[in-house]
């Protein structure tokens, strides 16, 4: 549904994207993350034709993607980062995407306007900033395109209204809908894509199957405790005043029994996160 190959882009002598090739194949849920300055939102803005790559080439449904057919056009929905600043309520805002969407599904756009709750005899100038965001999306999944493409949606929602996000996602997803969705919180989204992409400095530094279940490495800090037990049965460790700050890495049903015949008065589990692990930067956790 989306090929990437050799794509470069750059602003003036500000290289943005470097060298990206990832493919989305139908049906796929692909997690897209990344720091502010990944270069997330000019991949999505090359991606939906709204600029022109300027090395490489990208494809949607098998066609550049700046040459797509109104009716190929028509099978892509692109949610932005932006409000919509306009004075108009949410039900004209749905009435127009209906009119250009034979597909438009006005009974989903009521069930996901009760479940996100958004008013749609509210203008947007009216509506908070969640609001707003919602009526969009509600916008986008009624209209049952075939690709959906979202930029980090969670930026305008509440964390209840983004979790409830993600699950209306997963249904699309689980009705047959190809999602992107661009995300500096793979945390929450991860266990609810397929595939995740890992972009950094306007690079894929990694693109794989999303782990199920996904684990992450941990972290184990210990007060006091056998060093040479921790040493020898965890993946690395270093020493802290009283503290040990050891790398876990194996399987986690272990764990507890390594901690007990370590001994210690106190210890503490965190995960990593996966720019941690893909980067093997681990250095939260060093000695000040």
Sequence with gaps: MITISDLSFSYGNETVLQDVGLEVKEGDFLILFGADDAGKTTLLHILTGLLSPQQG??????????????QERSWLRYVPDEVVLENITAADYFALWQSVTPEYDEVLQDELCEMIQVDPQVKFLNMTYGENKGAQLIAAMASRPRL????????????????????????????????VLVTEKYADAGGYGSHYAYLKE???????????????????????????????????????????????????????????????????????????????????????
Aim: aromatic share 8%.
């Design 57 to 70: 080439s990208v494809t949607l449904f098998g066609k550049a993607a700046g040459q797509l057919t109104a």
């Design 148 to 179: 959906l493409i979202l930029d980090e949606p969670a930026n305008f929602l509440t964390d209840k209204s983004w979790h409830q996000l993600l699950r209306v996602l997963k249904e699309r997803h689980d009705d047959g809908t190809t999602i």
């Design 202 to 288: 306007g690079t894929v530094k990694q693109y794989a199957a999303v782990p199920v279940p996904d684990y992450r490495w941990k972290v184990v800090t210990m007060e006091g405790g056998n060093r040479e037990v921790l040493n020898k049965l965890m993946n690395g460790c270093e020493e802290r005043g009283n503290q040990n700050i050891c790398l876990y890495m194996e399987d986690i049903t272990k764990l507890p029994l390594i901690l007990q015949r370590a001994g210690g008065s106190d210890f503490r589990v965190e995960d990593t996160t996966l720019e941690e692990e893909l980067d093997r930067d681990f250095t939260r956790w060093e000695a000040k």
